[in-house]
């Protein structure tokens, strides 16, 4: 993902250049060629073909009459090894000659491939010079090292100044991100209209992440008026460059028919799209429609396969299907008591309808023992998310008395606000019926409390709410896991950081689990704050999350030494085929810590933790356990586990 990530911001930093360079072309078109010019065009068209025997000759020949551009290409040709052996020393020697001549666009190409190979010094040299010159990308480019304090002190006002010279000179990327500083109040106060103004520039110039971000402030409304005709044109056009989140959201429009017309089978095509790239939310959502038979031929299994995929990255609304399909038998073999874990992974989201879902459980004792004072608390947690499954489940348990003293005044409020908050007719209909039976059998006094409670309810909103609707917070979250991984990739742990708490702060798995890790680097100084995070993404069934947070309860840094949460959370790792769960499995059944111990178990656990742990001090102190723990099994034992490890091999390879 890193690279690709990359290569979407160089890309845009690149395409911004080319406008430049094509107005600097036609103005130099008009002097007098530069010496060795000819030789510098003959040797381009020639690299496009291949032929770098005669593109060398004459960049060469350009070089020696002084060309920057020869010397420049010349150097890409040592770098790359075309035609020639690679050599990095005479490669950079021969850009930093070209760059030193002057040139603006020599000076920022230098500087690009000087970052790409990490030498960040150098680069933030030269695309300071080329700055200088009102060169435009390199104006953005170095607003980027100022804002975020890379090789710098961090000085927000000086990066947004730079961002603003870039973007007045029509860079495209300054413009976006000029745009994500307004909307987020990223050093300047927030002003979700001057945030649209900017992406509404880098749109026009075909920016496919502006014009999502376009997209979105018309759906909500967000600095311009809300029109989702407009919402589903540039996100339309965003969606025909292949971003995902674009087609997410125009998936959602065609699905039900806000700005264009409806049309299932667009929205599926949309939605596939999105999904074939990982999209957890088009998975889910192309997954409904694969339960429905919208768009495409009903297929629960089908369905089934997309959830489960979603739900691996921690998105609760697939949790929440899943675990539905698991209850019910629908396209998977029934199973309650996994249809249970997955309703908790989800309700310790706090997502309402998961909280519902979970409390049906404990209500009725399926799938785990029957409790109704969790489903009374869970129901309450859901009912304030507006739940009408909840508000149907608290009125039910005040009518019963179940895990409550009967009330006929919190009946009656609980199952009147569920017929007005039931997501179809036919519920609204049915819990309203409900309410007023219940209501009809109040005196005159009752029946006013009741009615000053549920207004009182009601007038409450369902959840602290924030502006940005959760694709524009998905898109928040995505843009800054994007950014942080391009930093950490090269090594700057300071930008990565506070890119990272960004991104978890939206809500990110990622970039929640990512933060964790950084932190984790840090020492045990650190450790609480990662454990924080690995939790937060553990909690969205983040597997690695799981994992590392499994192996901290095993030392007690930064949490609670517990043994037995240490072996839950392992057990959930290692169903997603996280290395890191094996080893903790197989160190606590050796060591009979938060379970029995058990040697045969142990050996199964670090035969995985050998063969599949990515670090080869873990892999070597897993073959040393398992020798030992060998010594206290018969072969039977060893024998039968070794078929469960080639059976987890099988299934790994399918």
């Given at each position: 993902?890193?690279?690709?990530?990359?290569?979407r911001?160089v890309?845009?930093?690149?395409?911004?250049?080319?406008?430049?360079?094509?107005?600097?072309?036609?103005?130099?078109?008009?002097?007098?060629?530069?010496?060795?010019?000819?030789?510098?065009?003959?040797?381009?068209?020639?690299?496009?073909?291949?032929?770098?025997?005669?593109?060398?000759?004459?960049?060469?020949?350009?070089?020696a009459?002084?060309?920057?551009?020869?010397?420049?290409?010349?150097?890409?040709?040592?770098?790359?090894g075309?035609?020639?052996?690679?050599?990095?020393?005479?490669?950079?020697?021969?850009?930093?000659?070209?760059?030193?001549a002057?040139?603006?666009?020599?000076?920022?190409?230098?500087?690009?491939?000087?970052?790409?190979?990490?030498?960040?010094?150098?680069?933030?040299?030269?695309?300071?010079?080329?700055?200088?010159?009102?060169?435009?990308?390199?104006?953005?480019?170095?607003?980027?090292?100022h804002?975020?304090?890379?090789?710098?002190?961090?000085?927000?006002?000086?990066?947004?100044?730079?961002?603003r010279?870039?973007?007045?000179?029509?860079?495209?990327?300054?413009?976006?991100?000029?745009?994500?500083?307004?909307?987020?109040?990223?050093?300047?106060?927030?002003?979700?209209?001057?945030a649209a103004?900017?992406?509404?520039?880098?749109?026009?110039?075909?920016?496919?992440?502006?014009?999502?971000?376009?997209?979105?402030a018309y759906?909500?409304?967000?600095?311009?008026?809300?029109?989702?005709?407009e919402?589903?044109?540039?996100?339309?056009?965003?969606?025909?460059?292949g971003?995902?989140?674009?087609q997410?959201?125009?998936?959602?429009?065609?699905r039900?028919?806000?700005g264009?017309?409806?049309?299932?089978?667009?929205?599926?095509r949309?939605?596939?799209?999105?999904?074939?790239?990982?999209?957890?939310?088009?998975?889910?959502?192309?997954?409904?429609?694969y339960?429905?038979?919208?768009?495409?031929?009903?297929?629960?299994?089908?369905?089934?396969?997309?959830n489960?995929?979603?739900?691996?990255?921690?998105?609760?609304?697939?949790q929440?299907?899943?675990?539905?399909?698991?209850q019910?038998?629908?396209?998977?073999?029934?199973?309650?008591?996994?249809?249970?874990?997955?309703?908790?992974?989800?309700?310790?989201?706090?997502?309402?309808?998961?909280?519902?879902?979970?409390?049906?459980?404990?209500?009725?004792?399926t799938?785990?023992p029957?409790?109704?004072?969790?489903?009374?608390?869970?129901?309450?947690l859901?009912?304030a998310?507006?739940?009408?499954?909840a508000?149907?489940g608290?009125?039910?348990?005040?009518?019963?008395?179940?895990?409550?003293?009967?009330?006929?005044?919190?009946?009656?409020?609980?199952?009147?606000?569920?017929?007005?908050?039931?997501?179809?007719p036919?519920?609204?209909?049915?819990?309203?019926?409900?309410?007023?039976?219940?209501?009809?059998?109040l005196?005159?006094?009752?029946?006013?409390?009741?009615?000053?409670?549920m207004e009182?309810?009601i007038?409450?909103?369902?959840?602290a709410?924030?502006?940005?609707?959760?694709l524009?917070?998905?898109?928040?979250g995505?843009?800054?896991l994007?950014?942080?991984?391009?930093?950490?990739?090269?090594?700057?742990?300071?930008?990565?950081?506070?890119?990272?708490?960004?991104?978890a702060?939206?809500?990110?798995?990622?970039?929640q689990?990512?933060?964790g890790?950084?932190?984790a680097?840090?020492?045990?100084?650190?450790?609480?704050?990662?454990?924080?995070?690995f939790?937060?993404?553990?909690?969205?069934?983040?597997?690695?999350?799981q994992?590392?947070?499994?192996?901290?309860?095993t030392?007690?840094h930064?949490?609670p030494?517990?043994?037995?949460k240490?072996?839950?959370l392992?057990?959930?790792?290692?169903?997603?085929?996280?290395?890191e769960?094996?080893a903790?499995?197989?160190l606590?059944n050796?060591?009979?810590?938060?379970?029995?111990?058990?040697?045969?178990?142990?050996?199964?656990?670090?035969?995985?933790?050998?063969?599949?742990?990515?670090?080869?001090?873990?892999?070597?102190?897993?073959?040393?356990?398992?020798?030992?723990a060998?010594?206290?099994?018969?072969?039977?034992?060893?024998?039968?586990?070794?078929?469960?490890?080639?059976?987890?091999?099988?299934?790994?390879?399918?």
């Open positions: 993902m890193g690279a690709a990530v990359r290569a911001w890309l845009l930093v690149v395409a911004c250049w080319l406008v430049l360079a094509g107005g600097a072309a036609s103005a130099w078109a008009q002097a007098a060629p530069a010496p060795g010019q000819p030789q510098v065009i003959a040797g381009e068209a020639a690299t496009r073909q291949g032929d770098y025997t005669t593109a060398r000759r004459l960049f060469e020949e350009a070089a009459l002084g060309n920057a551009s020869a010397k420049f290409n010349l150097g890409m040709m040592y770098e790359r075309q035609g020639v052996a690679p050599d990095p020393r005479r490669a950079a020697r021969l850009m930093v000659d070209a760059a030193e002057g040139d603006p666009i020599l000076q920022f190409q230098v500087a690009l491939v000087a970052e790409e190979k990490g030498e960040r010094r150098m680069a933030m040299y030269f695309f300071s010079q080329a700055a200088a010159q009102g060169h435009a990308g390199a104006q953005s480019r170095l607003g980027d090292f804002f975020m304090g890379e090789e710098v002190p961090q000085d927000p006002a000086e990066g947004l100044r730079l961002w010279l870039a973007a007045d000179g029509g860079d495209a990327g300054a413009q976006v991100k000029l745009g994500k500083a307004y909307q987020q109040g990223a050093g300047v106060p927030r002003d979700v209209a001057a103004r900017y992406f509404r520039l880098a749109a026009e110039q075909g920016s496919a992440l502006a014009q999502l971000e376009l997209g979105v759906g909500a409304g967000l600095g311009v008026p809300a029109d989702e005709q919402s589903a044109r540039w996100l339309g056009l965003a969606a025909r460059q971003d995902p989140m674009a997410l959201g125009l998936a959602i429009l065609y039900d028919g806000r264009v017309p409806r049309n299932h089978a667009e929205a599926a949309l939605f596939r799209l999105a999904s074939d790239k990982g999209l957890a939310m088009a998975q889910w959502s192309l997954a409904a429609m339960v429905t038979g919208q768009g495409v031929p009903a297929n629960p299994a089908e369905a089934v396969r997309l489960r995929l979603a739900a691996d990255q921690g998105l609760p609304q697939a929440v299907a899943l675990g539905g399909a698991l019910l038998g629908r396209g998977i073999a029934k199973n309650e008591r996994e249809a249970v874990r997955w309703y908790r992974l989800a309700a310790d989201q706090g997502y309402g309808p998961a909280q519902a879902a979970l409390a049906a459980m404990y209500f009725n004792g799938g785990v029957r409790d109704q004072a969790e489903a009374l608390r869970l129901n309450r859901a009912a998310q507006h739940s009408s499954r508000m149907a608290l009125g039910l348990a005040y009518v019963r008395g179940d895990g409550v003293a009967p009330d006929p005044v919190e009946a009656c409020r609980w199952w009147s606000l569920a017929g007005r908050f039931a997501p179809t036919e519920l609204r209909t049915s819990s309203s019926q409900a309410g007023e039976r219940i209501c009809a059998s005196s005159p006094a009752q029946r006013a409390r009741a009615t000053q409670l009182a309810f007038a409450q909103p369902p959840r709410s924030e502006a940005r609707n959760e524009g917070r998905a898109v928040d995505v843009y800054d994007e950014r942080g991984l391009q930093a950490a990739g090269r090594g700057d742990t300071a930008t990565a950081t506070v890119l990272f708490r960004r991104a702060e939206n809500g990110n798995a990622m970039a689990l990512n933060l890790l950084l932190l680097s840090g020492g045990p100084a650190n450790a609480a704050e990662a454990a924080k995070y939790a937060l993404a553990a909690d969205q069934g983040n597997g690695q999350a994992a590392r947070l499994a192996r901290l309860h030392t007690g930064g949490v030494l517990d043994p037995r240490a072996f839950r392992a057990t959930l790792a290692a169903a997603q085929r996280e290395p769960g094996y903790v499995l197989g606590l050796f060591n009979g810590q938060g379970t029995p111990r058990n040697m045969s178990e142990a050996w199964y656990w670090l035969s995985l933790t050998e063969r599949d742990h990515p670090d080869a001090g873990q892999r070597e102190w897993a073959k040393l356990s398992r020798m030992r060998a010594n206290s099994m018969a072969q039977a034992q060893i024998d039968r586990q070794r078929q469960r490890v080639e059976a987890t091999a099988t299934a790994s390879a399918n």
